[in-house]
């Protein structure tokens, strides 16, 4: 029996605009619905000791900020309404030399609170035109290797936090009060491009504190087991986007670290510990694009633990 070569051309021109109109209807959504679809994950964790006071932490990470993203800039500026008593920023603020000012504004009264910063890679250095797909065998880290010079205002941003009297934890200690509880934090600038020393830093937290606090923005493993070998109760990081690109029952693809894909976003026991990892507000430009993974902030309610007997 003949093949009909007609109606066979005829079934594969369809398979093909079908799967050309799927695509595209895909790249739209993930570019135009998800990337915008803000979400506010919420956390309850008996941390603190017993009879005190709860304490709101809100972790921002990876707005990867251009001045004419204002969808995004208007959501950060509504989660002053939540009313935390402590702001960590995990870095990867900004992704335009332009974008200090419009970060700033967006964070607007939040700056009013207590908070806390470190830098990631994308604070120094402007993004890049990558191919995505390598991601799925190697990391970014090499990327930098032949950028020694910053072009980002950097030293802006962080003056202007600074200013409003949030704690510069690049590879730093720092103690603030919040919500009426004393917090000893620590942390430490990017791993991702070797500007991490944990050695400044290292030693015990202060055991004296009601809450110790390890801050950094990629959740490489070196330093999460020493923020915790050093008594830090919560450890936050941003860097991974929760995989940024996930699929629909498997999740996360890549973490583009160290930190494996079950812990590429969330909060998880770790080490004796606990880790918070935001899967991030923003994209790089260049990938412009969420799927299955959308951008959020988080509210870590901390609450006293149970007495002891």
């Given at each position: 029996?003949?093949?009909?070569?007609?109606?066979?051309?005829?079934?594969?021109?369809?398979?093909?605009?079908?799967t050309g109109?799927?695509?595209?209807?895909?790249?739209?959504?993930?570019?135009?619905?998800?990337?915008?679809?803000?979400?506010?994950?919420?956390?309850?964790?008996?941390l603190?000791?017993p009879?005190?006071?709860?304490?709101?932490?809100l972790?921002?990470?990876?707005?990867?900020?251009t001045?004419?993203?204002?969808?995004?800039?208007?959501?950060?500026?509504?989660l002053e309404?939540?009313?935390?008593?402590?702001?960590?920023?995990?870095?990867d603020?900004?992704?335009?030399?332009d974008?200090?000012?419009?970060?700033?504004?967006?964070?607007g009264?939040?700056?009013?609170?207590?908070?806390?910063?470190?830098?990631?890679?994308?604070?120094?250095?402007?993004?890049?035109?990558?191919?995505?797909?390598?991601?799925?065998?190697?990391?970014?880290?090499?990327?930098?290797?032949?950028?020694?010079v910053?072009?980002?205002?950097?030293?802006?941003?962080?003056a202007?936090?600074?200013?409003?009297?949030w704690l510069?934890?690049?590879?730093?200690?720092?103690?603030?009060?919040?919500?009426?509880?004393?917090?000893?934090?620590g942390?430490?600038?990017?791993?991702?491009?070797k500007?991490?020393r944990?050695?400044?830093?290292?030693?015990?937290?202060?055991?004296a504190?009601?809450l110790r606090?390890?801050?950094?923005h990629?959740?490489e493993?070196?330093?999460?087991?020493?923020?915790?070998?050093?008594?830090?109760?919560?450890?936050?990081?941003?860097?991974?986007?929760?995989?940024?690109?996930?699929?629909?029952?498997?999740g996360?693809?890549?973490?583009n670290?160290?930190?494996?894909?079950?812990?590429a976003?969330?909060?998880h026991?770790?080490?004796?510990?606990w880790?918070?990892?935001?899967?991030?507000?923003?994209?790089?430009?260049?990938?412009?694009?969420?799927?299955?993974?959308?951008?959020?902030?988080?509210?870590?309610?901390l609450?006293?633990?149970?007495?002891?007997?």
């Amino acid at each position: 029996m003949g093949i009909d070569k007609g109606r066979l051309l005829r079934t594969t021109g369809r398979a093909v605009a079908v799967t050309g109109a799927v695509g595209v209807a895909g790249l739209a959504y993930a570019s135009v619905i998800e990337r915008n679809w803000f979400r506010l994950r919420r956390y309850e964790l008996p941390l603190l000791p017993p009879g005190s006071p709860r304490l709101r932490i809100l972790h921002l990470s990876d707005a990867h900020l251009t001045p004419g993203r204002r969808m995004l800039i208007d959501w950060i500026r509504g989660l002053e309404r939540y009313e935390p008593d402590l702001v960590v920023n995990t870095g990867d603020s900004l992704a335009h030399p332009d974008a200090v000012e419009p970060f700033i504004g967006a964070l607007g009264p939040l700056l009013d609170r207590p908070g806390a910063f470190v830098y990631g890679s994308n604070d120094l250095f402007s993004p890049q035109l990558k191919n995505p797909a390598r991601y799925l065998w190697r990391t970014s880290k090499t990327d930098y290797r032949k950028r020694r010079v910053p072009d980002l205002p950097w030293r802006e941003l962080g003056a202007a936090m600074s200013a409003s009297g949030w704690l510069d934890l690049n590879n730093r200690k720092g103690a603030l009060k919040a919500g009426g509880l004393e917090v000893a934090l620590g942390g430490v600038h990017d791993s991702h491009i070797k500007l991490d020393r944990y050695d400044e830093i290292a030693g015990p937290a202060d055991p004296a504190a009601d809450l110790r606090l390890g801050v950094l923005h990629s959740p490489e493993p070196a330093n999460l087991d020493r923020f915790a070998a050093d008594g830090y109760q919560l450890m936050l990081a941003g860097h991974t986007h929760g995989g940024q690109l996930c699929l629909p029952f498997y999740g996360t693809l890549v973490t583009n670290c160290g930190i494996d894909r079950r812990r590429a976003w969330g909060l998880h026991e770790y080490a004796g510990a606990w880790l918070h990892v935001s899967g991030g507000l923003g994209t790089s430009p260049y990938a412009p694009v969420r799927f299955c993974c959308r951008p959020e902030a988080s509210l870590l309610d901390l609450v006293a633990g149970p007495d002891e007997a």
